[in-house]
């Protein structure tokens, strides 16, 4: 079975071939942050204009790439949902057209579903049901992976995302978007216990996340030192803000692995890169004695083949979308 992924939520256009839902045979990614750098984070208007501009030639090198026509697909996925609506238009739209032109199922993935499946392009073993945390710029989850179609989320946040926090501290701090790789480099030659940070929790679920509370705290401690004219550790603030993030996105996906009964917990998301919250999960499932299993780093970010591989799974289970699909900006996993 041969799948193309097509993936324009955020700001990166993406496209790839996945043989047999786990062979990669191309991934092609077109990334816009340098262009959107300059503002600090996605503008989704100038979002948009560049998928247009690059959906193309994306998809046309990731099909010789992977030495495939259009005639040789079994079907075309798409990311329909969440994401920027004028983004997503663009993939969608797109994949319509390019489905009819050849006749081919059109295949409609939900971003995070394509997120959770990069452990399945990473290890071929992996079978649901487990548990998977999935942290990204925009969603801080704890998804029960019921099957490889079926999901509930037992935890989420109430505010901001994982990655957002990362983002907007760093920013704070004086790094480029997206600062979270940047906390995770200078978190390297820091002391993560020389500052001491809330640790967020939140009332009614115990496996829900809060960050906006950790980020205020990290942005007000930076502008109190810049009024007293003190200066904060970088490094020591980027490990500090790492291990508290890390060490909360970790105790509350083993808590709830523990009191719903699984054995096996996974990780994805943009987040999934970073060295510290990687380092966490593993080091306490370890301990727990369950199996643990987190994307290889290249597929962490948006990519076509997490879209590709979910796609065939959703082509297997009859998950197929007619010519009215549209893009939903929000949607939740429990309504696909
Ligand atoms: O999944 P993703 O590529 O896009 C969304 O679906 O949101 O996630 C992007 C997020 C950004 O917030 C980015 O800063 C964060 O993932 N990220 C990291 C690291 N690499 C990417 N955060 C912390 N440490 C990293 N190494
Ligand atoms: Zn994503």
């Known amino acids: 079975m041969l799948i193309l992924g097509i993936e324009s939520s955020c700001d990166e256009t993406a496209a790839s071939v996945v043989k047999d839902c786990r062979t990669i045979l191309s991934s092609v990614v077109s990334t816009q ?39 040789d697909l079994d079907g075309i996925a798409v990311t329909y949902a969440p994401g920027l609506i004028g983004a997503l238009l663009v993939g969608v739209s797109f994949a319509k057209a390019l489905a009819m032109s050849c006749g081919k ?88 216990s020389a500052i001491k940070l809330p640790r967020p929790s939140v009332a009614g679920n115990e496996f829900d996340f809060s960050f906006s509370g950790l980020k205020t705290s990290v942005i007000n401690m930076l502008h109190n030192a810049q009024q007293k004219g003190t200066e904060v550790n970088t490094n020591d603030l980027a490990a500090s803000l790492q291990s508290t993030i890390a060490g909360v996105l970790t105790e509350h996906t083993i808590n709830a692995a523990k009191a719903l009964g699984y054995r096996k917990v996974a990780l994805a998301g943009g987040v999934s890169a970073n060295t510290g919250v990687r380092a966490a999960l593993s080091e306490a499932c370890e301990k727990e004695g369950f199996e643990f299993f987190m994307p290889e780093k290249s597929l962490c970010g948006d990519n076509g083949a997490m879209i590709a591989c979910q796609g065939s799974y959703n082509l297997l289970a009859g998950i197929t979308a007619d010519e009215s699909l549209n893009a939903v900006a929000t949607l939740s996993m429990e309504e696909i």
């Open 33 to 71: 942050i340098e262009e959107h750098r300059k503002y600090g984070g996605v503008v989704p208007e100038i979002a948009s204009r560049r998928h247009c501009e690059n959906i193309l030639g994306v998809v046309r090198q990731a099909l010789d790439e992977a030495g495939v026509s259009l005639s």
């Open 105 to 192: 199922p059109l295949i409609p993935v939900h971003h995070i579903a394509g997120h959770i499946a990069t452990n399945y392009l990473t290890h071929p073993t992996l079978e649901p049901p487990y548990l998977c945390l999935v942290a990204s710029g925009g969603h801080s989850h704890i998804i029960e992976v019921l099957s490889y179609t079926k999901f509930r989320v037992v935890g989420r946040t109430r505010d901001d995302a994982a990655g957002e926090c990362f983002d907007k501290c760093a920013r704070a701090m004086g790094f480029p978007y997206p600062g979270g790789v940047h906390i995770d480099k200078a978190s390297q030659s820091g002391d993560p």
